[in-house]
Every structure is written in structure tokens, then in C-alpha cells.
């Protein structure tokens, strides 16, 4: 069974530093692996979406990294500012050959990143 | 372009009381799905549909139904609430035309007393 972790919990950074959050997931026959930001209150945006054959996707000052092999992705955020604050999920979508199978994605519980002023 | 809506924001329900929450996205896309979100619990997945007229069971379908009569909207039905039905509902829809990104709505705070 696929189990998504995000470690750690929650995170605090001085403002400017560049930080790396991380997903773990246990089984690498994913189709892809997308990661959101929730701020309190709201829906998910989505921030980054890897296809499981890339090994990166960039935008702005995000990039996320793919390793499948691990069973792992990163989301780098580089100079972090107080507006980053918020909750980050990633989730991976699920590569199997049963029709109940193949539509559904696995959330991990998220990083609570807050970026002090 | 609104993306996904949803219908309503907040409700109070008391034990046993019926609601119906609806979804609609306008991008055209064929996969919706309702979640659930609880604290400590992360997102869970409760029914998902990959077309009109079809509609699947996902982690926790148990005490919801789903219809989805037109492609655009996605509705999900409490048929007698309970208090572990109190959580705040999330519907997302997704498409192979956008390598099946999922978009997600503003959610529906739902509380049963």
C-alpha cells in the first residue's frame, strides 16, 4: 500500500534562507507527484507537478526534484519570504493497471512552514 | 474561468439531518473527486468519478453518496450526518489534457452536532 510521509511537521526559517521540504513515498509505480500549498482557511493551490519520468520542475523560486528510485521528491524554495507561509502537501498519483486503481492520489499530512519577518 | 466551486461554504448540521454539497469546475475536465480533510489525518479521498455517469468508491465511502449526471458537476450527499462526518470537504478535478494536475475548490467547513 502507498504511504506518503512529510517530514517535519512544521518548520520555522528567518526570512531570505532557503529552506528544502521533503516527501517520502513507498512505492515508486507513480504517475506522477504534485505539490500543493494550503494557507489556513483555503483550498490547495498547486504549486509543481512531476511526471514520473522527470527528475525536476522549476517555477519562480520553487523547484522540485524527483528521485523514484528512493522514493523521494524535494520542494526547494529559495529566498524564503513571510509570504511563503503556509502549509505544503504533496501527493502522488498512482500508476496501476486495475481501472479503481489508476485515478487516485495519495496525500502526505504536510510541512506547516511559517518564514519570520 | 472560475475553476472549481464549491456550494455551500459553511453548514451546521444536526445528527441524522440530510445535505447535498456541489462541485463545479468549468475546465471541461472528465476525473472529480471529493475529499475530506481532518486534522492529523491529511486528505482522504471519498468517492471519484472518471466521466459522466460513472462514479467509484475511494478510502472512506462509507455514509456518503455521489452523482455525477453532467461532466461539470459532481455532487456529494450525507443521507443521515453524524458527528464523525464533521470535517472540511474538498472537491478537485483533473484532466489527461493537463497531465491530470488536480484543481482544487475552496472547500465546505461542514459541522454536525
Known amino acids: 500500500k502507498q504511504e506518503v510521509t512529510q517530514i517535519p511537521a512544521a518548520l520555522s526559517v528567518p526570512e531570505g534562507e532557503n529552506l528544502v521540504l521533503n516527501c517520502s513515498f513507498t512505492?515508486?509505480?507513480?504517475?506522477?507527484l504534485q505539490w500543493f500549498r494550503q494557507d489556513p482557511g483555503k483550498g490547495l493551490t498547486s504549486l509543481l507537478l512531476?511526471?514520473?519520468?522527470?527528475r525536476e520542475q522549476t517555477s519562480g523560486r520553487l523547484n522540485a526534484s524527483l528521485d523514484k528510485s528512493s522514493g523521494r521528491s524535494t520542494l526547494y524554495i529559495a529566498a524564503s519570504q513571510p509570504g511563503d507561509s503556509a502549509t505544503y502537501l504533496c501527493?502522488?498519483?498512482?500508476?496501476?493497471?486495475?481501472?479503481?486503481?489508476?485515478?487516485?492520489?495519495?496525500f502526505g499530512t504536510g510541512t506547516r512552514l511559517k518564514v519570520l519577518a | 474561468n472560475a475553476g472549481v466551486t464549491q456550494t455551500p461554504k459553511f453548514r451546521v448540521l444536526k445528527t441524522g439531518q440530510s445535505m447535498t454539497l456541489l462541485c463545479a469546475q468549468d475546465?471541461?475536465?472528465?476525473?472529480m473527486y471529493w475529499y475530506r480533510q481532518d486534522p492529523g489525518m491529511g486528505l482522504r479521498l471519498i468517492h471519484y468519478?472518471?466521466?459522466?455517469?460513472?462514479?467509484a468508491k475511494g478510502e472512506v465511502p462509507d455514509g456518503y453518496n455521489v452523482s455525477r449526471l453532467k461532466k461539470q458537476n459532481f455532487l456529494l450527499g450525507l443521507e443521515s450526518a453524524a458527528p464523525s462526518q464533521t470535517s472540511v470537504y474538498f472537491c478537485?478535478?483533473?484532466?489527461?489534457?493537463?497531465?491530470?494536475?488536480?484543481?482544487f475548490g475552496p472547500g465546505t467547513r461542514l459541522t454536525v452536532t
Open positions: 468519478s472518471v466521466g459522466e455517469g460513472t462514479t
Open positions: 512531476i511526471q514520473s519520468s522527470q
Open positions: 475546465m471541461n475536465h472528465e476525473y
Open positions: 512505492d515508486s509505480a507513480i504517475y506522477n
Open positions: 501527493a502522488v498519483r498512482l500508476r496501476g493497471v486495475s481501472l479503481s486503481g489508476t485515478y487516485k492520489y495519495i
Open positions: 478537485a478535478s483533473s484532466s489527461w489534457s493537463v497531465s491530470y494536475e488536480q484543481y
